[in-house]
């Protein structure tokens, strides 16, 4: 069922990490990470999103990156830019811009260690919702925000003609149930996590915002795909068969363990920035095992 906007995408989209050389923002990996996406046949791109360490990028890079990955794309795919904040007017500086990039839609992120109240949820929402010119989907990722977006918020947010979307990735499926039951018409939603993709695929949700399409976009968008299309032994079939790769992605603090992943496969250098750092030597092991295992190593 479509929203009342339409769908942003359905299927899968990449929350594509943002490769760094020497401290800088590496533009030429970027590049062919972009490439390699599309030619894989995924379903959409976000930009700068957790994944894509937008909390580490300067206000500079940010809006860089999101200006150089809209012009790569070339309106192959629909793009969807993070902007969220943890200062709501920051947000909105940063949503107007990227919807004046011609962004599909924007990804805003629950303000994080502010711990809003719900009636501070609502008016934050609404306001970057009321000043961007692209649709908004709410990002609910607790475990890194300490804040939790709750169905009687939800309820509110869903009245806002410009929200039309929500990655879920507070892991409780039963609180995600209840959200499809009561909010499933007014919002797209999608899985937060890729081992919980299919879970919620069959509780009607319209695809999944996924880390591990990094390393393997075309298996993603397939997976989406039959379930669409019906083929739900061939859904099960790419869950189970990924599930200890998407489990890896999750052995370290995302996105150590996608950049370590995109490293040993040659795409881009494994360079965070502090607060992040390498993967341990053991968790290192552990992701080229599965990387080898699955026969996806360089």
């Not at 009607?204 to 393997?216: D, K, L």
């Not at 996105?255 to 290192?284: D, F």
Request: proline residues 4%; hydrophobic residues 40%; aromatic residues 6%.
């Amino acid at each position: 069922m479509k929203n009342k906007n339409g769908y942003i995408f359905r299927g899968a989209a990449t929350a594509l990490v943002t490769p760094f050389r020497d401290g800088e923002v590496d533009f030429d990996a970027l590049g062919h990470l972009i490439e390699r996406q599309i030619a894989s046949g995924i379903d959409a791109l976000v930009i700068c999103g957790t994944t894509g360490e937008s909390a580490t990028l300067s206000d500079r890079e940010h809006r860089e990156v999101l200006s150089f990955a809209i012009e790569a794309a070339g309106g192959r795919i629909p793009m969807i830019a993070g902007t969220g904040s943890n200062d709501t007017a920051h947000a909105i500086e940063t949503s107007r811009f990227a919807s004046s990039l011609g962004y599909d839609a924007l990804l805003v992120v629950t303000p994080y260690y502010n711990k809003a109240t719900e009636r501070g949820l609502v008016k934050s929402f609404s306001a970057i919702a009321d000043a961007a010119n692209s649709p908004i989907i709410l990002y609910n990722v607790p475990t890194r925000t300490c804040c939790n977006i709750s169905l009687s918020v939800y309820r509110e947010l869903a009245k806002h003609p410009n929200i039309v979307g929500v990655k879920e990735a507070s892991g409780n499926i039963s609180a995600v149930a209840e959200l499809f039951a009561e909010c499933g018409d007014c919002f797209d939603i999608y899985s937060g996590n890729d081992d919980q993709t299919l879970p919620m695929l069959s509780l009607g949700g319209t695809g999944v915002i996924s880390v591990v399409s990094n390393i393997i976009p075309s298996e993603m968008a397939a997976l989406c795909r039959a379930w669409f299309g019906g083929d739900i032994a061939e859904c099960r079939r790419l869950h189970e068969k990924y599930l200890g790769l998407m489990k890896a992605m999750f052995c370290e603090v995302n996105p150590i363990p996608v950049k370590t992943a995109l490293s040993l496969m040659g795409l881009c250098k494994g360079e965070l920035r502090l607060p992040m750092c390498e993967a341990s030597e053991k968790n290192t092991e552990l992701i080229k095992g599965v990387l080898n295992e699955l026969g996806i190593a360089r």
